[in-house]
């Protein structure tokens, strides 16, 4: 029986193909193909801030990278580490409670309560999580969605850290313009870092664990002490987030331990496109925006929200960043089958 | 015999829930030898090999390697001794390409040792470990993804995975089934010749013709427990073998 069709063809362009190896600096074009999407990202990154309005806008560029910051953790640790992790939450609670703690009490300086929130704050948190780390399965993420939760309400019975009132009245940056550059500076070194970092050799035991964590084993290699390393890169990329938040705030409190910054990250993954480690920085300055421009729906803002989101993940389940990257590398036509 | 045993199994007993996947397994395994593992389906052997592999934690027995007992460490430990396996049902990193597989035991606290913390250009390493196994480097075979690999090329690379990892004894949990009767006429040969470089070898297989030609001797188990051992053409004869394969009535 012959059945008669036509069917889409995929092929990569040639001059993917030329741009591989040592060939991507035979000529300009070759070079621009790999160069200008990095270039592109780059210039973006800088200009954006430059043409905010107003310090309104300007807030929201920050709110934006630091959910694209979790974002990017939360990428990380689930498509190259095979950790489903939703502890967006936790990493912001224990690095704004650590930063402002230490510049409310011992008064020291930004600077050194942001490095040692980020170091110290995910150091914590490894430990917090190192139980369940030879798990597999779900239980990782609940233990991640737990946390915050206990957290938060330590600080609540115990009164502890401020309590319910969080800690006013910590140190600021000196200008919106070290706000806005320092988050983007550090998303920036973080997306081409962890690019890096993914297909060196220790990347490749993370992405092994996430493939088939019992074939690592079976190579001698202790998968725990592998899955530690990741968390707490991970933990430190969540941290710092929220070392900086609270000092863009001048303030900590329990909102830090909000489940909105383990959720809306996710949401911002799935968007951008998961696996991407781009992606999740796209999917973020798409959803950030939009959820304050759905403000002005009022009520049913949470409804647009999710209607949006369940449209994408019904249509463009790959995510924004896996669909454009195909069509930049590959182009399509029609065949006879 | 007076060559050193180089793995000692004594009384290996696991149990899943009522059934008896291994009763009191026994054995010894010397330096270069070449050991068979068969029997009947759902008789232990891999249920065996995991124990030894501690992959699946005994109810009972132990494990010597070396004189030294390994049966309480921890699986990714029995690895770095030396002690490797390779999966019956598959397992490679399919997110990556076939080459890029073999950096995982290229990289593992075992090989560093060996190569005395020394890191070379792993990637070459790992080519040319594939091309020696059968992966065509001129055909690009091992820059493939592994996911787009046949499954002949798919069992080579477990047992590329296994000798990156400069094995002591390479445990091989039927690398030849589900192979054409081609594939496995040019694995055998690469059997043979881990053989000659002294290689110790356990091998579990359902196609005994093929098997019988590599191994020195044989343990055969039936419903967890070793009903024979010996050299293969003992143990073909053997009364209690021929009843497990055949049933009582296929005596007749």
């Known amino acids: ?337 | 015999m007076n060559e050193e045993v180089l793995l000692r199994v004594r009384g290996l007993f696991k149990s899943f829930g009522g059934v008896t996947a291994v009763a009191n397994v026994s054995f010894d395994l010397r330096k270069g030898e070449t050991l068979g593992i068969i029997g009947p389906n759902g008789s232990g052997k891999t249920t065996l090999v995991n124990l030894i592999t501690r992959f699946v934690k005994q109810d009972l027995g132990e494990v010597f390697f070396k004189g030294k007992k390994i049966s309480h460490l921890k699986a990714y430990k029995i690895a770095e001794m030396g002690i490797v396996r390779t999966f019956q049902i598959m397992r490679p990193f399919y997110t990556l390409p076939a080459f890029k597989n073999l950096i995982v035991p290229l990289y593992s606290p075992r090989v560093r040792k060996i190569g005395g913390g020394k890191l070379g250009d792993r990637d070459a390493v790992a080519i040319d470990i594939l091309e020696e196994i059968g992966f065509e480097r001129d055909a690009y075979v091992p820059y493939k993804m592994a996911s787009s690999l046949p499954l002949g090329y798919l069992k080579r690379l477990e047992l590329a995975r296994c000798l990156a990892l400069r094995p002591e004894v390479i445990i091989c949990d039927e690398i030849f089934s589900g192979l054409s009767m081609a594939e496995i006429a040019t694995m055998v040969p690469l059997m043979e010749r881990l053989q000659m470089e002294g290689k110790t070898i356990i091998m579990i297989e359902h196609r005994l013709r093929e098997l019988f030609r590599i191994v020195d001797h044989v343990v055969v188990l039936n419903f967890g427990a070793k009903i024979a051992e010996g050299l293969p053409e003992e143990v073909i004869e053997h009364e209690e073998v021929k009843k497990a394969y055949l049933g009582k009535k296929g005596l007749k």
């Open chain 1, 1 to 337: 029986m012959v059945t008669k069709g036509k069917r889409k063809e995929r092929l990569d362009r040639g001059l993917k193909v030329r741009s591989e190896g040592v060939y991507a600096i035979a000529s300009w074009t070759e070079a621009m193909y790999l160069i200008a999407p990095r270039l592109f990202l780059i210039l973006a990154m800088v200009v954006i801030p430059l043409v905010m309005p107003s310090i309104y806008h300007k807030r929201l560029i920050c709110l934006l990278f630091i959910y694209a910051l979790l974002a990017i953790s939360f990428d990380f640790l689930t498509n190259y580490v095979g950790l489903v992790c939703l502890g967006g939450a936790l990493f912001m609670g224990v690095g704004g409670y650590i930063a402002g703690s230490l510049n409310a009490m011992l008064g020291l300086p930004a600077v050194l309560t942001i490095i040692v929130a980020t170091l110290g704050g995910a150091a914590i948190c490894t430990i917090l999580l190192l139980p369940c780390l030879p798990l597999r399965g779900i239980y990782f993420a609940i233990v991640t969605l737990v946390y915050p939760l206990l957290l938060g309400r330590i600080i609540e019975a115990t009164r502890i850290l401020g309590g319910t009132d969080g800690m006013p009245g910590l140190s600021t940056y000196p200008s919106p313009w070290v706000d806005l550059y320092l988050v983007i500076g550090v998303t920036a070194f973080l997306l081409f870092g962890l690019r890096r970092l993914v297909n060196e050799d220790i990347g490749l035991v993370f992405r092994g664990i996430k493939d088939n964590d019992q074939t690592v084993t079976a190579c001698g290699v202790n998968i725990t002490a592998y899955r530690t390393r990741a968390v707490y890169i991970a933990s430190a990329i969540g941290c710092f987030a929220g070392a900086y938040l609270c000092h863009l705030y001048g303030w900590v409190g329990l909102s830090f331990f909000a489940l909105d910054f383990s959720i809306i990250p996710i949401a911002a993954a799935i968007v951008g496109g998961m696996g991407t480690l781009v992606g999740p920085l796209l999917g973020s300055a798409i959803i950030v925006p939009l959820s304050e421009i759905l403000r002005a729906f009022g009520g049913l803002r949470i409804v647009f929200y999710a209607l949006i989101l369940i449209l994408f993940i019904a249509f463009r389940p790959e995510g924004l960043m896996n669909y454009f990257q195909r069509k930049y590398a590959q182009f399509e036509h029609w065949i006879e089958v």
